[in-house]
C-alpha cells in the first residue's frame, strides 16, 4: 500500500471508521485495530495502514493498552480523493 488509489474498499472503511473516532489501537510496533470495541478482521490491513502512515495513535504517551486511533494527513488526503470522486 503507497497511495489511495491502491487503497482496498476495506483499508477506505478502516478509515471511515477512525475519521468518524470509532477506533482504536495497540500501542505495539504492530499496531492492531479495534473498531466498535471488536478486534478488526483483516490485522495485515490495519498493520499497513498504521506502517503506511494512514493512521496513528491519537495519544503520544507510552503504554501497550488501546488508544484512540486517528487519522495522519496522508490518511485524510486518501478519503478526500474517494469523497471527491
Known sequence: MTGSSELSHRAMAMLRAVAAHRAQMSRSCEPDLF?????????VT???LARD????????VGGNG????????AG???????SAA
Open 46 to 48: 490495519a498493520h499497513e
Open 76 to 82: 485524510q488526503a486518501a478519503l478526500a480523493v474517494t
Open 53 to 60: 502512515g494512514f493512521i496513528r495513535p491519537a495519544e503520544a
Open 66 to 73: 488501546r488508544v484512540l486511533a486517528e487519522l495522519t494527513e
Open 35 to 43: 473498531i466498535d470495541g471488536f478486534a478488526c478482521c483483516d490485522q
